[in-house]
Nanobody
Framework: QVQLVESGGGLVQPGGSLRLSCAAS????????MAWYRQGPGNQRDLVAH???????NYVDSVKGRFTISRDNAWSTVYLQMDSLKPEDTAVYYC?????????WGQGTQVTVSS
């Protein structure tokens, strides 16, 4: 079992920055990759950024150059640094951990970009 708790969401003006954190606990040794997803109002949950155990990263085109995913070496925390935020980034952001046999989700954290 893996437990995930997100934090760091909030209200920010367009052009601002936020740093999301995802604290993992439990069987973190089994995690193969982690990711951040987001779900806007009336939308499906979409992948934003992904990082593997080998620290390979991938991003959806809409956030490339603005968002950065990173992790600590113990897989205990994964971060999403979000810069140059836009109103269309407004969503609930979810942390995901993939062990290869099962996927785990956090409860989500709200990010609102508005003036």
């Amino acid at each position: 079992q893996v437990q995930l708790v997100e934090s760091g969401g909030g209200l920010v003006q367009p052009g601002g920055s936020l740093r999301l954190s995802c604290a993992a606990s439990g069987s973190v040794f089994s995690i193969q990759s982690m990711a951040w997803y987001r779900q806007g109002p009336g939308n499906q949950r979409d992948l934003v950024a992904h990082i593997t155990r080998g620290a390979t990263t991938n991003y959806v085109d809409s956030v490339k150059g603005r968002f950065t995913i990173s992790r600590d070496n113990a897989w205990s925390t994964v971060y999403l640094q979000m810069d140059s935020l836009k109103p269309e980034d407004t969503a609930v952001y979810y942390c995901n951990a993939d062990t290869g046999s099962r996927r785990y989700w956090g409860q989500g954290t709200q990010v609102t970009v508005s003036s």
